[in-house]
């Protein structure tokens, strides 16, 4: 069975920074895509940045591009989003999510796996 568990969220001052990290358990998580998504209050989940197998490529929303930084540690089964310059539009819960297939992955709908989410709150 394939578990996603997000840690690391809380409440961080504008202008800081936070890292969330994802353990991934019962799969094969060295060969899957991965992704973080975000969803605040009264909106749809939003794709955040995406990270192939070795973390030799990478994608981001143009929202977070420049701020934040996903990488992976294989030998750990974890994914981290290291977040800096957070701002209150930042206000989330993060999720991460696991993808089979080769290609980084954009939208919701191209990955397989889900975590529970992790609540980051930025104030102002």
């Known amino acids: 069975q394939v578990q996603l568990v997000e840690s690391g969220g809380g409440l961080v001052q504008a202008g800081g920074s936070l890292r969330v990290s994802c353990v991934v358990s019962g799969g094969t998580f060295g060969t899957w895509t991965m992704g973080w998504f975000r969803q605040a209050p009264g909106k749809e989940r939003e794709f955040v940045a995406t990270?192939?197998?070795?973390?030799?490529?990478?994608g981001y929303a143009d929202s977070v591009k420049g701020r934040f930084t996903i990488s992976r540690d294989n030998a750990k089964n974890t994914l981290y989003l290291q977040m800096n310059t957070l701002k209150p539009e930042d206000t989330a819960v993060y999720y991460c999510?696991?993808?089979?297939?080769?290609?980084?992955?954009?939208?919701?709908?191209?990955?397989?796996?889900w975590g529970q989410g992790t609540q980051v709150t930025v104030s102002s």
């Open positions: 990270i192939n197998w070795n973390g030799g490529t990478t």
């Open positions: 999510a696991a993808r089979r297939w080769v290609g980084l992955g954009y939208g919701s709908d191209k990955y397989d796996y």
